[in-house]
């Protein structure tokens, strides 16, 4: 077993204790109080626990890692973990049932290893560079959705960009044809296109922590991304686009994103 086959099954494994102890916390909204970093930025005691669970657990396995974490920073070196312990506290502090656990490990500039795990469906979202994305050991494949006029497209949203950002997407995605929802977690929302859920994923500013796992997915299930860590965006984030190959051209250039 080389050291990547390590670090995949630590991953599996830690996301998946990660994601049920923030599944009891969810199950008991006695157990946590919920905060605001900003406006709709929300914030809860179960973020940090979860966060520290996940550190802990990779620092005892692998202590010559670092760590890039959305609750607790750090400084990622070349072999690096980038790790959102509940992405989509909103939906998690206001009792939805759609978060979920991100890790992805970050080798060289690279994207090696991905995991996302949906708590309360108990579903767990895998990637490994050149070999493919799996849902619960199966695996994921991209829509072959061709027309926007038949396209289900996500489309995520911060404080990081202005209202009218967000409303031009949408009004160029509608009148092009297509629909869109927004369901309130960056992750889960790019595992969903690689798992033939949704057509693409568009956010114009996320946080590494929030789609680097979900970024891998998709590619290994034969989508496309733009190239996301180019100009430093694993510490300064930027635009996300995932979707599938088919619809590559058309959403890129209704949501303004460069093909690459």
Not at 124 to 133: I, K
Not at 239 to 245: D, H, M, Q, S, Y
Request: proline fraction near 3%; aromatic fraction near 8%; include cysteine.
């Amino acid at each position: 077993m080389n050291d990547l086959d390590q670090r995949e099954l630590a991953m599996l494994a830690i996301a998946r204790e990660a994601g049920e102890l923030a599944r009891r916390r969810f199950s008991d909204r006695s157990s946590f109080t919920v905060k605001f970093k900003g406006p709709q930025d929300f914030i809860t005691e179960a973020d940090g626990e979860v966060e520290r669970l996940i550190v802990g657990r990779l620092n005892a396995a692998f202590p010559e890692d670092t760590y890039l974490g959305e609750e607790t920073g750090g400084k990622p070196g070349r072999r690096a973990w980038v790790i959102d312990p509940i992405d989509g506290t909103a939906n998690f502090a206001r009792g939805i049932a759609h978060f979920c656990v991100s890790i992805a490990f970050v080798e060289d500039g690279k994207i090696r290893l991905g995991a996302i795990y949906q708590p309360m469906s108990r579903e767990m979202f895998a990637a490994r560079e050149g070999r493919g994305a799996t849902l619960d050991g199966a695996p994921m494949k991209v829509t072959t959705t061709a027309q926007i006029g038949e396209a289900a497209v996500e489309l995520g949203w911060s404080k990081r960009r202005t209202a009218k950002d967000y409303t031009d997407t949408a009004l160029r995605i509608l009148d092009a044809g297509g629909s869109f929802r927004r369901c309130a977690s960056g992750a889960l929302g790019l595992a969903f296109v690689a798992a033939g859920r949704t057509d693409a994923y568009f956010e114009r500013h996320i946080n590494s922590w929030d789609c680097l796992a979900g970024i891998l997915m998709v590619n290994e299930a034969g989508g496309w991304t733009n190239d996301f860590l180019a100009g430093d965006g694993l510490l300064k984030g930027g635009p996300v686009l995932g979707t599938n190959a088919a619809l590559k051209d058309t959403i890129a250039k209704l949501v303004e994103v460069e093909r690459g």
